[in-house]
């Protein structure tokens, strides 16, 4: 099987945590690296703990790189409310091992991405979109070397989580998703009206703690942590855990079905800004920049997640 080569751009947070134990645990994917970004916590939490996550993974080959701290123009708008005062509050953590790379993200992602094959890249941005904006505002050659972005981010029928308009990622760096929407690289979008049809709950978790391994264990302490906050403000019978639906689309895609759009990002609106503009009925009759999924096989999803989480 020929492995499809990824980079996942973060900003864990605790589904940003699952979403790459996902992707390591995926034969079907090869992780060349993982660059962080503020967002969920300030970026000297994000670092950690996406070290944290290849150490519990057990992969300490794997690559992090450190990037941006704040958002292009905006100020930084962090989430401890849902992440807690770590970013990843929940299991006892020890340090982590591992180090950081010293090259800074972006500088890496543009290093990269003009030394490899034209579409050779699947970038899976799950967080804020500053070190991807920022890496084609400094090198818009590495538009071609992307096969594609798969990006949990924004929301159009379920409006957003952070404002009623718009959702926490494009919300906190509006400008670089307004980059990245603006690129012409073929994105698949994942956001909220798809992954709040896939709800985690307290049973599923039990399912991981009771797999009895480390990853079973810490994944469930974070997931029970990460619960509480949407269980509490939504009411419903689990949270969404948004991030890992990027990977379990490369793995299957099959679970998911979505619809060929127009985005656009508002940037300039106090009341709207970062809210995905979606022309989901093709009123402005532009060409789509955005394949918007919608639906999901939430069992299918879980399922996936947890035979997965199973084998590390
Ligand atoms: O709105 C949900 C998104 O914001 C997820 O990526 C979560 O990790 C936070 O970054
Ligand atoms: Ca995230």
Redesign the pocket.
């Known amino acids: 099987m020929e492995q499809k080569k990824i980079i996942i751009d973060t900003?864990p947070?605790h589904?940003?945590a699952i979403a790459i134990l996902l992707a390591l645990a995926s034969p079907e994917l090869e992780v060349i690296g993982i660059t962080c970004v503020a967002?969920?916590a300030p970026l000297h939490l994000t670092e950690v703990n996406a070290l944290r996550i290849c150490e519990l993974a057990g992969r300490k080959d794997v690559k992090v790189f450190s990037g941006c701290d704040r958002p292009m123009v905006r100020k930084l708008v962090t989430?401890e409310e849902v992440h807690g005062e770590t970013g990843l509050d929940g299991p006892d953590w020890e340090e982590p091992n591992m180090e950081l790379q010293p090259q800074h993200a972006v500088d890496w992602l543009v290093e990269t991405l003009l030394d490899a094959e034209d579409q050779s890249i699947t970038i899976c941005p799950?967080?804020p979109l500053t070190n991807l904006g920022m890496a084609l505002v400094r090198e818009p050659a590495i538009a071609s070397k992307i096969q594609a972005i798969v990006t949990?981010g924004g929301g159009y029928f379920v409006g957003g989580?952070v404002t009623p308009a718009a959702?926490?990622?494009i919300f906190v760096d509006p400008h670089a998703a307004d980059v990245v929407y603006r690129s012409g690289i073929p994105i698949v979008a994942m956001p909220?009206d798809v992954t709040h049809k896939a709800l985690m709950t307290k049973e599923w978790i039990n399912t991981l703690s009771e797999l009895g391994t480390e990853v079973g264990i810490k994944s469930a302490q974070m997931l029970t942590f990460y619960n509480r906050f949407d269980l509490a403000r939504y009411g419903m019978a689990g949270s969404p855990v948004?991030?890992p639906a990027t990977i379990a689309y490369l793995i299957e895609p099959d679970l998911y079905t979505g619809k060929d759009v127009y985005v656009e990002i508002e940037t300039r609106s106090n009341l709207t800004m970062g809210m995905t503009v979606v022309d989901y009925w093709g009123a402005r009759r532009k060409d789509p920049n955005c394949h918007w999924v919608s639906e999901v096989d939430d069992a299918g999803f879980f399922r996936l997640m947890y035979d997965r989480l199973a084998t590390l």
């Open positions: 900003d947070g589904d940003d967002g969920n989430a799950v967080g949990m989580n959702e926490f990622n909220l948004h991030d």
